[in-house]
DNA sequence: CTGTTAGCGCCTTCAG
DNA sequence: CTGAAGGCGCTAACAG
């Protein structure tokens, strides 16, 4: 497993290294036809293939960025890493994905190998643990951008879903179907993690908006394995409610679990909402109606503006804040 | 965004570039304990972080292994990866993963890019147009596996399923439970796709050893754009089938698909297992009977098997053929 | 115990 | 139109 180098095929092809690699990089401007064909052949012949770790150690880029996603089991962190993906397929640029699996030491660990690898930016999801890591990447201009959550007093542009707007749609949604005892579960809340706040925060508004009271039992922020216990406190009290808008998919699962456990009737005797598409939403009977967040712009979007930044055509415009709309799709569920 | 080299860390605390790097890379043996911590200050102070791509290219090693998935969308894919990730994890290698979406052309390109990158090895799901990729990294030494599919005459390693194992489970349960008239559904079968002809063949001999005659017109191998119109044949036909196996995840997806829109009762009017586990698996009423391959230990038994070709301690023993066993999960759906 | 030196494979002026 | 030389940041002998 001996590698062939540009030396190799210099050699072979009896001109020097600096005319292989000019021929490789396309910059054939005044170079013989007859010399290009040569080059060609014995590059063929040796099957050489370029080393890109020299190359990046030379011209200081990598042509490569990292997405470090909070958590890759959400549904929503698959479709927005595609979208990055196509972006960068375009442009000629690879990507590396990591999980930070909710954890901030993991997700530290991550920042610190994409950098030691000279990524040339990320997209991060952050897990709201690291404010000190962002701002020192901040700080040194290394391009980064964030999605889905928000980190304060950092000015580092960030692509968001209106996450009020999410649950106003679902609990406009549930009231114009008659229902007022509407309940929010959430995955927890510890670490101010962005969508899960602004949710409960809309549905607050949108309640009040439509003259509902609010009622402190009707919002649980729970961990996904707790969320059985909290379903089984909520439902079987003394005056359950009707209707549970689910803060993402994995608690719409959860709720579904419970739901086939109890032989509990959709819509029926519980009418669901969900925010995120889920694969079977369709399948699923009754079909799930669900607040759908437009994950392929987002993905786009983050993608398009961190390559921009890193060809430095954009170094103004820090800090934006690019807040998406969802839309709802009205199924069975409710 | 001026990065800080060994150099400079050198510099600072007065001691010369290899005792820094030496110190990095704990080979402080005979060390100055003074130095030590000098150097360990300089480094935070300065916020060094060291540069992997020059290390990878002195060292001839990137830590870095590639994954080329046939296609990510599949349960299957996404199972293995994290268990090939995990191994990777615990064992200070990183993981890139890319998606040929069932596309030779692409596989090519990625294997190409990632041999460019210099990864350390590769675990491949071969779309099955390659062979002459395969053939010369494997002339030239190069780590590799195969995972999922086999390719004919190629002495690499390769994680399998027992495929025929997996459709005589099905089979034989649907016979336990009566049935006889028993059809098979599988994505497309051009290019050899080693699970799906494997799986015909076993649903064949399953049928054959319980003394079921064989009928061509239960066997279909459709695009998955094709299978509503299959499917739309193959149920409103004179003698329909009672019960189908279905090939893959994405399969059964569609037949639900189809089974929603015709309001056809499961198991009642029609009987199903899949191959391949789903999210929904058990929320969906009927939950899903289905059988189950052991994507954790296919994963973990491609990333140890690469990582000591990587680290050389396994050079033999080439061409092995892994058999890995399926289970039926029983529930409503058969 | 620490510093010097010589590359890894590639790209990029700058001469020829 | 082509070649020679230097250097990217790091490591690994080999001297001191």
């Known amino acids: 497993m001996k590698r062939v180098t540009i030396a190799d095929v210099a050699n072979h092809a009896n001109v ?20 290009k064909e040569r080059i060609e052949k014995t590059i063929k012949e040796l099957e050489y ?30 479709q927005v890493i595609r979208a990055i993906e196509d972006v960068c397929q375009e442009n000629d640029f690879h990507v590396i994905v990591c999980n930070a699996d909710d954890n901030p030491e993991k997700e530290k660990k991550y920042i610190e190998m994409l950098r030691a690898k000279q990524v040339d ?44 707007a999410a649950a106003k749609l679902a609990v406009d949604h549930f009231v114009s179907k008659g229902y007022e005892r509407i309940a929010i579960l959430t995955t927890s809340i510890i ?11 809309g549905y607050k508004k949108a309640l009040q908006a439509s003259g509902i009271p609010i009622r402190e039992e009707y919002i649980k922020s729970l961990d996904l394995n707790e969320i059985h216990n909290g379903l089984k406190e909520m439902l079987f009290a003394e005056h359950p409610p009707q209707a549970i808008l689910a803060g993402n998919d994995l608690t719409l699962m ?22 995120d598409e889920l694969s079977f939403a369709n399948i699923y009977s009754p079909s799930l109606t669900i607040v ?6 987002m993905g786009e979007m983050a993608a398009s503006l961190l390559l921009k930044k890193v060809k430095k055509e954009d170094t103004k415009n820090e800090g934006c804040i690019h807040r998406l709309q969802p839309t709802l799709v009205i199924r069975e569920s409710c």
């Open 16 to 35: 020097s290294k600096s005319t292989v690699s000019q021929y490789i990089n396309k910059r054939y401007d005044y170079m013989g036809e007859e010399t």
């Open 49 to 78: 293939s370029p080393n890109m770790v020299a190359k990046s150690l030379k011209q200081k880029s990598t042509l490569t960025i990292g997405v470090i996603v909070a958590n890759i089991l959400h549904v929503f962190s698959t």
């Open 121 to 164: 930016g990320m997209i991060v999801f952050p897990t709201g643990g690291n404010k000190d890591l962002y701002e020192s990447l901040f700080n040194e201009g290394y391009p980064l951008i964030f999605v889905d959550r928000f980190v304060e007093n950092l000015p580092i542009d960030s692509i968001l879903l209106d996450n009020e």
């Open 191 to 201: 670490r101010n993690i962005t969508p899960r706040v602004e949710r409960i925060s």
């Open 254 to 275: 959860q709720i579904l679990n419970f739901v086939q456990e109890h032989k509990i009737q959709i819509p029926k005797e519980l009418a669901l909402i969900g925010i």
């Open 292 to 297: 759908s967040q437009p994950t392929f712009e």
